[in-house]
């Protein structure tokens, strides 16, 4: 009984467990991707057009990157109740938004709602500060791999709440804004005692390889899985039992990864780590050198990172090669935002009806990008050793194409725009981070990346809240005045009299501000 206690103390402190426990809480957290599938509803139920749509969305994605408060909160007090407070966020912004919507509340004006969003948004920060700073400290030799998984698993969120939500199967489109409120709160705090930094060994184990291997083929085979079953429900019609049995296998990937943990707990023998460091010293200094001669040519980035000069803030505020960072990371997190936060209405413009699935698409495009992008960079940096900014330029090169793809309007944009933007924006939030810290160390890495992450609202408020949402509506109203205009030719070329003034400007409710009406381009030709 006592080995049995002894076995499952280990099980609970193991850094795989904590590792696990927050890759289950990224995929639940990020609920901001999921703002191209609650826009639509919010838009029909409180009336809103497309411009007062995108303040909300600028709304978000300011509540989603000021992390200053859950950064201090996890410096002040212990983590868990950074995640208790993430979820009452999540749960007061999007429950009372759900309220609003759906007549159980009173109408609030937009600033209102703009500031509920932007307290549940603002929850996502305590819950990524978590994940990362957990996780970070308990695998310090491990760090790329380890924040582009939780990065991945985050943007992947909402593509399994969005798969969760067909399986529910319910016709009031209003139940996804209350999933979003209360599912991810229940996930959290299920998890807020799991996710935490552990003592113990911390350095690098012979283990760890062949773990991150496993961790890296659950993570292609959950894209791939996500992938199929987005594309059947699209073009197959399902029935809900085969719908319920793709959710259920989801579960049971995302549950996968626990194994680890399990092996390493119950399976193996608990001296052996200890063993490796009771080799004769011969033998060590013999595979010191053949270490060496192997790996003469190759860069480790974290023995390079440790002969750097560490910036404090204030002075990497005042270099160029900050400026220019934050200025990239505007241009391209702020255009992929953008479609992000709008592709229900670009999907709609270019005559698709089922906005959700291409919002699952684009998460899954985001994940592989955020995971790719950070894999890729370390290779080019350790195997060829060009600077990682070359991986950023090419990040950039997928996001101009995907927004090409959009502007022409041809077959299959939906398809090739979303993995083309969502490749490229994943990339960003993996190569970013690690170019600042190849640039300007880690001694303010923390308040560093909090200042990189409002480069995503600023360039969200740029292209979405000024330029994209004016041009939208202007080319609307356009085609409103132009569809007014044949119906008018057409009763006098019937009747041979014009139409009055009140049937002439009438229209269909709000579909010529989101379908293809009366000109040879749709709308979403003109955004990007």
Not at 252 to 265: A, D, E, F, M, N
Not at 302 to 327: G, N, P, R
Not at 392 to 410: E, S
């Amino acid at each position: 009984m006592t080995g049995l206690h002894s076995k499952l103390s280990s099980f609970f402190n193991n850094k795989w467990f904590v590792f696990v426990g927050a890759m289950w809480m990224q995929s639940f957290a990020g609920t901001g991707y999921l703002f191209g599938s609650i826009s639509p509803v919010i838009k029909s139920s409180l009336g809103y057009n497309q411009r007062q749509i995108a303040t909300l969305g600028v709304a978000k994605d300011l509540g989603g990157s000021i992390g200053f408060l859950s950064g201090t909160l996890s410096e002040i007090l212990p983590l868990w109740s950074a995640l208790l407070v993430g979820s009452l966020q999540n749960l007061i912004g999007y429950g009372w938004i759900w309220l609003v919507i759906t007549g159980r509340a009173v109408p609030l004006p937009l600033s209102m709602i703009c500031i509920l969003i932007f307290i549940g948004s603002n929850g996502e920060t305590n819950f990524n500060t978590v994940a990362l700073v957990s996780c970070v400290q308990n695998f310090p030799t491990s760090r790329g791999p380890v924040v582009g998984i939780l990065k991945g698993f985050a943007g992947l969120s909402g593509a399994i709440l969005t798969q969760i939500y067909t399986m529910i199967h319910t016709p009031d489109h209003a139940t996804l804004v209350f999933m979003v409120a209360v599912g991810p709160t229940l996930i959290i705090i299920a998890l807020m005692f799991i996710v935490r930094p552990i003592g113990g060994k911390k350095q690098l184990q012979s283990s760890d390889g062949p773990s991150f291997v496993f961790i890296y083929s659950v993570c292609l085979l959950l894209a791939a899985y996500l992938m199929v079953v987005t594309l059947l429900e699209d073009l197959v019609d399902l029935s809900h039992s085969a719908t319920i049995l793709f959710t259920l296998v989801l579960l049971l990937l995302l549950v996968l990864p626990i194994v680890i943990p399990l092996l390493l707990t119950f399976c193996t023998d608990d001296t052996s780590p200890d063993q490796e460091s009771l080799l004769p010293v011969s033998q060590n200094e013999e595979a010191c050198a053949s270490e060496q001669s192997s790996d003469q040519h190759k860069v480790i980035p974290s023995e390079v990172e440790d002969e750097i000069l560490d910036f404090s803030l204030l002075q990497t505020l005042k270099t160029a090669d900050f400026w220019l960072l934050f200025l990239s990371l505007v241009l391209g997190s702020g255009s992929g935002l953008t479609v992000i936060d709008n592709l229900g209405q670009i999907s709609q413009s270019l005559g698709y009806e089922e906005t959700h699935v291409y919002v699952s698409m684009i998460c899954i495009w985001n994940f592989l990008g955020r995971i790719g992008g950070g894999y890729i960079s370390e290779t080019i940096i350790s195997e060829h050793s060009y600077p990682r900014p070359v991986a950023l330029a090419a990040a950039q090169v997928l996001l101009a194409i995907g927004h090409l793809f959009f502007a022409m309007a041809w077959p299959g944009t939906m398809y090739i725009g979303t993995l083309l933007i969502g490749l490229g924006y994943g990339a960003h939030w993996s190569i970013v981070p690690a170019t600042a810290s190849d640039l300007f160390g880690l001694k303010s890495f923390g308040a560093l990346y909090n200042v990189l992450t409002m480069a995503s609202p600023v360039g969200s408020l740029i292209f979405s809240g000024v330029i994209v949402s004016g041009i939208y509506d202007y080319e609307a109203e356009q085609q409103h005045k132009q569809h007014n205009s044949q119906q008018s030719l057409l009763g006098r070329l019937a009747y041979g009299t014009s139409l009055g003034v009140d049937e002439a400007s009438k229209c269909e409710g709000m579909h010529p501000y989101i379908r293809w009406e009366a000109t040879d381009q749709p709308i979403a030709a003109q955004l990007i």
